[in-house]
């Protein structure tokens, strides 16, 4: 499994980060997870592209991590790659058709196909995926990815399940504040990406500061490859150093900042 972060950023621009997305690839398929302002260029600069994308996955809905699914509609209906399918939370289909009401000219141009998910585990685009509510304050949902086929490999025969640790795993926390069982749903994972949105000294919700992600982490019974930083506001700049000594004051595990263009082996 390969992941790029197309966009690191948030929902106040910094000149240097995309709003929220990243691409997962493997050998069964390649996923769309979430798709901000900006991450449709961000997708481009990929060997997958806007029009090799089977499938994109939303965390939830706030408008810094769907603001470019109308375009990267259009794009691929102007590319001829009309079919396409978009998943995530209750609510999600009645989202993209009232986007769809606003531009009538876009009315029929795509096969869509729409699946709503909940937690629990579900297989998508060559993945199989296991979700997690978080807390924040729109319904969200953080998922769990193993590629299908490296899942197959470990020889087991039963139905998959993305959080017994037998394959490769990924974590994206989606926009959260901090807490154990989150941590605990990654366990066993090479890679967990974190929002970390802001630095100790903002007094903010439903997002966590370095501190409350150290506590989460210190706390949580579960062990985690490499913990990356995503969701940065322009208040992190020039705090990076600091944000992570925060942190290591509580949990000694293996701590970076995640920057856009920045891709992954899971392995």
Known sequence: MRVTFLGTGSAMPTGERFQTGLLLESADGDLLVDCGSGVLHGLQRTS???EGIDAVLLTHHHLDHVSDLLPLLKARWLAGATEFTIAGP??????VTDLLEVHDYMQDRMDLRFREVEPGSFSLAGFDVS???VHHSMY???YRFEAASAAEASGSTDAPDPTD?????FVFSGDTEAFTE?????????VLAHDCSFPD???VDNHPTPDELG???AAADATVGRVYLTHLYPHTDGEHEGMLASIAERYDGDVRFASDGLSLDIE
């Open 48 to 50: 997958v592209g806007y």
């Open 90 to 95: 209750p609510g999600t289909e009645q989202l």
């Open 131 to 133: 979700a997690l509510e």
């Open 140 to 142: 969200c949902l953080a």
């Open 165 to 169: 640790g037998e394959a490769p795993a």
């Open 182 to 190: 989150l941590i605990e749903f990654a366990d066993g994972a090479a």
């Open 201 to 203: 000294a903002v007094d």
């Open 215 to 217: 506590r989460a982490l």
